[in-house]
Nanobody, 123 residues
Framework: VQLQASGGGLVQPGGSLTLSCTAS????????IGWFRQAPGKERERVSAIVLAAGLTYYSDSVKGRFTISRDSAKNAVYLRMTNLRPDDTAVYFC?????????????????WGQGTQVTVSS
């Protein structure tokens, strides 16, 4: 099982980016996918998650209203649309997955982790 995060880059404050998390070796239907980020000197933070079987979504307070998580079943991928980006969104972003079917909660731990993609918000 491999997860690959992509789509990062350099963007100006107020700009947008869409990150992609593509899976191979597993079909994501009965999974939860989380997006995490880690900035230098800071702890890893979960910013969004989705339980794919139920469409249940989670957003941290720091990104709520600005980020949107979605899926494309045909492409076996999950996306994180990030808008109104701020300098404090600068971090390496990771996607992670876990087999999960509980429609009312999110996993505490994730089994698969992709390599990160750098997002830099700067003028």
């Amino acid at each position: 099982v491999q997860l690959q995060a992509s789509g990062g880059g350099l963007v100006q404050p107020g700009g947008s980016l869409t990150l992609s998390c593509t899976a191979s070796g597993v079909t994501l239907d009965a999974h939860a996918i989380g997006w995490f980020r880690q900035a230098p000197g800071k702890e890893r933070e979960r910013v969004s998650a989705i339980v794919l079987a139920a469409g249940l979504t989670y957003y941290s307070d720091s990104v709520k209203g600005r980020f949107t998580i979605s899926r494309d079943s045909a492409k076996n991928a999950v996306y994180l649309r990030m808008t109104n980006l701020r300098p404090d969104d600068t971090a390496v972003y990771f996607c992670a997955g876990a087999p999960w079917a509980d429609p009312t909660a999110f996993p505490y731990e994730y089994d698969y982790w992709g390599q990160g993609t750098q997002v830099t918000v700067s003028s």
